[in-house]
């Protein structure tokens, strides 16, 4: 069993930037491949970047491309997203999520993935 707790959510303005992290339990963190999703108000959860298991491939959803980044650190058994250049429309709650998979490639359905964090809260006030 692999618990994953978020931090680093909260309320923004307009273009700042806010880091999520996400720390994984468990002793074979560098099998997992990674993945960050969320939830705006309304919507269906979606995906939003992914890291392989060894983080040399990563993905995003086109809605965040060229301002979200991911990495994943095996050492600290965590993975982060950096969000850059925050938009109102990225006000959502935002789920860590993992599976053992030790894949090249990446995630980017919700069915993908085993473990989920409690998601955090991100405001971009505008």
């Known amino acids: 069993q692999v618990q994953l707790d978020e931090s680093g959510g909260g309320l923004v303005q307009t273009g700042g930037s806010l880091r999520l992290s996400c720390v994984a339990s468990?002793?074979?963190?560098?099998?997992?491949?990674m993945g960050w999703f969320r939830q705006r108000p309304g919507k269906e959860r979606e995906f939003v970047a992914a890291?392989?298991?060894?983080?040399?491939?990563?993905d995003y959803a086109d809605s965040v491309k060229g301002r979200f980044w991911i990495s994943k650190d095996d050492g600290a058994n965590a993975v982060s997203l950096q969000m850059n250049s925050l938009k109102p429309e990225d006000t959502a709650v935002y789920y860590c999520?993992?599976?053992?998979?030790?894949?090249?490639?990446?995630?980017?359905?919700?069915?993908?993935?085993?473990?989920w964090g409690q998601g955090t809260q991100v405001t971009v006030s505008s």
């Open positions: 999520a993992a599976v053992s998979a030790r894949e090249l490639s990446t995630y980017s359905r919700i069915e993908d993935y085993t473990y």
């Open positions: 468990g002793r074979t963190f560098s099998t997992y491949n």
């Open positions: 890291s392989n298991y060894n983080g040399g491939r990563t």
